[in-house]
């Protein structure tokens, strides 16, 4: 099967999304393989225009399959809030979007630390959006962060969620002097999470046919 790779220079607004929204029309699976919920790609669709910040901007095409790749670090609320947008626009992204079950998880506690470092850094401001994007992917260098997959099973969550939120907030309080994050805040809304993709029993969203295991 062949297939098409859209690499930019690494900066934005270069046009990444105009390209992959050109190919994107004769494409059947589009994944979005790297980064996360930063200042987004736009796309006009008949005169409308969309930002797109996770979902890949292919979902306005009836033909495609939608897959944030392993490489995405991904905030759950920021991902469910594009994607009622996008729904309430008549994008089915619920029906065709897929994540890997490998993609880590954007926390609180990781935007706090972005936000912190560059306040802090004066004049060597590197320009991050402050949505934790850089401290995730420093988490997965170190295999400390958490991923989709740990999110499907409600007991190893707990227990793996319990040790990485001590860990960061000590790390918080000692290292950066920022309050601590809670524990039963992050678990309830990463549970909520697991609920509208419609993976925990007694689900309430049975609509929301979220795939993890791609």
């Known amino acids: 099967m062949p ?3 859209v690499v930019g220079a690494q900066w934005g607004d270069e046009g990444k999304a105009k390209v992959i929204d050109f190919l994107s029309k004769d494409i059947d699976i589009i994944v979005r393989y790297q980064g996360g ?7 006009v669709v008949k005169g409308k225009k969309y930002v797109f910040h996770l979902v890949p901007s292919g979902v306005i095409y009836d033909n495609t399959i939608c897959v944030v790749g392993n490489g995405v670090v991904l905030d759950p609320e920021f991902f469910l809030a594009e994607c009622d947008e996008l729904n309430k626009e008549g994008f089915k992204v619920y029906e065709k979007t897929f994540i890997s079950d490998s993609c880590h998880v954007i926390l609180p506690f990781h935007q706090s630390i972005d936000a912190h470092k560059e306040s802090s850094a004066e004049h060597q401001t590197i320009g991050t959006t402050k949505r934790g994007i850089g401290i995730c992917y420093a988490d997965k260098m170190m295999r400390s962060g958490l991923r989709m997959g740990d999110i499907l099973d409600k007991e190893s969550l707990k227990s793996k969620l319990k040790i990485i939120v001590e860990h960061k907030n000590h790390e ?13 805040d992050i ?9 509208r993709a419609g993976k925990q029993p007694g689900v309430r969203y049975a609509e929301l ?6």
């Open 3 to 5: 297939a098409n790779l």
């Open 37 to 43: 919920a930063n200042a987004g790609h736009t796309v």
């Open 172 to 184: 918080l309080t000692k290292y950066y002097n920022l309050p601590e994050v809670s524990y039963n």
């Open 187 to 195: 678990l309830d809304k990463l549970l909520h999470f697991a609920d």
């Open 209 to 214: 046919e979220l795939d993890f295991n791609i």
